[in-house]
């Protein structure tokens, strides 16, 4: 496997032009109140009323800029104020945006929790304060004050990862490398376990052999893991959804494997950023011969290096859709209607009322007709696309 420079210093400078301006809120009235000053990157828009808060988690993350601008521009649309801040991986920033955001009069708080379970706080915070709460794409847990949940399947993501994986799989012994999202986003545990319905039954009958976790090779007899065995796996696998953790696992695993886990390998990763580090910390390893590896987000860069080979498949997560949910329900609560909803989601508290949205999964194959026929990114913005 050769190293491509180039698109690795692109995708670099792709982010720092994602992570640029965000130079907090002068504005915070919560400022001097011992929390971490809320963070405004919406500059048209960080002071007075607003009738939609939004908080994001991060904005190091191509995924969650495309959010943000979603946001934007589909409640102006709407017809209705808004700001979004973003916690920058800080549940104690993450309070303090809702305390912004409800000091500036926001009906709708809508949040991607930093920590799905530190979260509930917040969400407490916001309903006393008279907003409705919507939990957006990751489930705010042990609460019972959150009204909403907008998400997507994120089982079926999980699915269509391991179903990648065993599709290109023959013959016996396939090592495997196994890794997971953040331990305190509950999308973690459901990829994981989507993953595992499928990867498992063929660890069982040694079309794979786990590479790199002894609590996976422990558990690898049990078709489904409750929440307690797969929290037992993540600690072992996560990249805490930080391409930096995810390549230092990545090396420190290649380090201690041998020859025979080595070869054509196998490797989970659970979304687009920590894919593409893993994937070049094994194209990086003269041993590996061929990798297999999955993501999530359709993020540029990935596309771009699915389009180079070197990344195998991501999971198609239309996040036009998951604004747009979201939107409708914001509308219809500030409308006075009465929020439609399709299904509902157990948070440990109560069911929430929710909308979930359908993945789909990209390789090569499909790329175009998915991703660019379909308007969600112009062909422009990739080289080597057929
Ligand atoms: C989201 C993914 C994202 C990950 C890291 C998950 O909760 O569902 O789309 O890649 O968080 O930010």
Known sequence: MKKFFSIVAASL?????????GAG???????????PPAQDNNASNSSGDVQVGIILPTKD?????????????????????????????????????????????AKVIIICPQD???????VDEAKQSGATVIAYDRLITNTENLDYYVGFDSKAVGEAQGE????????????????????T?????????GAWSVLQPKIQDGTFVIANSSEALALADKAELDREE???????????????????????????????????????????????SIADTFAADTAVTHYEI?????????????????????VFKDTRELTEAAIKLASQVLNGETPETTTTQNNGSKEVPSKILDVKTVTKDNVKEAIIDTGYYDASQFTGLE
């Open 164 to 183: 990648y994986l065993l599709s290109k799989a023959t013959g016996n012994g396939n090592p495997l490398y196994l890794y997971s999202g953040a331990a």
């Open 294 to 314: 999955t993501g999530q987000d359709v993020e540029i860069p990935s596309v771009q290096y699915i389009i180079d080979g070197k990344q195998s498949m991501t």
């Open 230 to 276: 797969l929290g037992k796996i993540l600690g072992q696998i996560t990249t805490d959804w930080d391409f930096n953790v995810a390549k230092t696992k990545a090396e420190a695993n290649l380090t201690s494997a041998d020859a025979k886990l080595k070869g054509n390998v196998f490797i989970l990763a659970p979304n687009d950023g920590t894919a593409r």
């Open 61 to 105: 993350e191509p995924r969650w800029i495309q959010d943000q601008t979603r946001f934007e521009n589909g409640l102006t649309q709407a017809g209705f104020t808004s700001s979004v801040l973003f916690s920058q991986g800080s549940s104690a920033t993450e309070r303090s945006n809702v305390e912004a955001l409800v000091g500036r009069g």
């Open 13 to 21: 400078l792709a982010l720092s032009v994602g992570c640029g301006g």
């Open 185 to 193: 986003d509950n999308n973690a545990f459901d990829f994981f376990a």
């Open 25 to 35: 809120n002068p504005a915070d009235p919560n400022s001097g109140n011992g929390n």
């Open 116 to 122: 799905g379970t530190a979260a509930a706080g917040a």
